[in-house]
């Protein structure tokens, strides 16, 4: 079986598959002593490990460590491409694109056709277009939810709250709901954008995926929920690398 890890900058996601199917998947941290927190059942499944990765150098070097000695299985990391099986990069240094942004791009064009966005809500939101000739168009980095909310919190001295995850969109008359219902109001018109875009460019879909993703649903994007769309990419560029 081949162990996939999709470490971001808060969380990592994994899973556990051969060819054809996932026989588990979780979540842990990179912050954490086991950072995968699978059985050693499982663990001892593992013969070979990928890994997508936008850790910083010293976490990644860190992750590879444990993995490695707690899977006793080479780990092999896999970046941003300039193009694959018809999917084309618009970065000219692709080098610097997230690895997440550009397998979540790979693991949404081996399903869909059409034309797409996807749209990452984690640490930081990406939202990333795809026209139905597998073309790039270009996207967006933005802020994540919760990075939002914590430089709110850091950097203004007299802004106090505690967060909700809730979808009024109302003008707030506390600071609580200043806060929560003006970062619901932001993700919203964020929406509006991302659907306009999509109209104007002939995109058919929308993916979402990232911690975040069901709230944005929650706040009326009309997306398709894929948690599984960077381990999905990374699994195929593996399963192509490695077959033959
Ligand atoms: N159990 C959880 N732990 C941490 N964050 C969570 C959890 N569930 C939902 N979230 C939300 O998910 C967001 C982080 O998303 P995700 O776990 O996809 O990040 P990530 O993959 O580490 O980030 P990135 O890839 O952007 O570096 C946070 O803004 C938070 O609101
Ligand atoms: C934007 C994030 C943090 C989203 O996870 C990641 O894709 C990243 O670190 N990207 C590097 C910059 C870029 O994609 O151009
Ligand atoms: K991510």
Known sequence: MNLFIDAGNTRLKWCLANQDEVLASGTGSLEDENPLGMSGELIGKVVSVAISTVA???????LAGSVEKLC???V???WSEQSRNGLMNAYQDVSRMGADRWHGMYGAWLDHRQGFAV???GSAVTV???DRHGQHLGGYILPGLQMMLRSLRTDAARIWFDPDQGLATDPGKSTGECVNHGLAWLSAAMIERVIADARKLSLSEILVTGGDADRLIGLGLPGISRPDLVLSGLRAIHAEETSG
């Open 56 to 62: 910083s150098e010293e976490r990644r070097t860190h």
């Open 72 to 74: 006793q299985a080479p």
């Open 76 to 78: 092999r990391f896999y």
């Open 119 to 121: 749209l990452d809500a």
């Open 128 to 130: 990333d277009y795809v």
